[in-house]
């Protein structure tokens, strides 16, 4: 898989985060500098995680616990 664009989000957890709908994956650097790359997420999901109060929590509540996540090296 080739390289997901991100974007900077407004998260104290989370600095950004990309999407390619093309494999339903979804790609999120934390704030710490490790970057995941979560599968077979949804676009609803992804949707649903941009609109909530806290993306870091929706990550840890909604995502984490439902989808395998592969680790990104630099």
């Known amino acids: 898989m080739g390289r997901i664009r991100r974007w900077p989000v407004s998260s104290s957890a989370v600095r950004s985060v990309g999407y390619d709908a093309l494999t339903s994956t979804l790609e999120v650097e934390w704030s710490s ?14 949707e649903a995680m941009m609109r909530s109060d ?7 509540e909604e995502i984490k616990p439902n989808h395998e996540a592969v680790p990104v090296q630099p």
Not at 33 to 46: I, K
Request: charged letters at 5%; proline letters at 5%.
């Open 33 to 46: 500098g490790a970057v995941y790359r979560y599968l077979g997420v949804g676009q609803p999901a992804v």
């Open 54 to 60: 806290s993306i870091g929590a929706y990550l840890n």
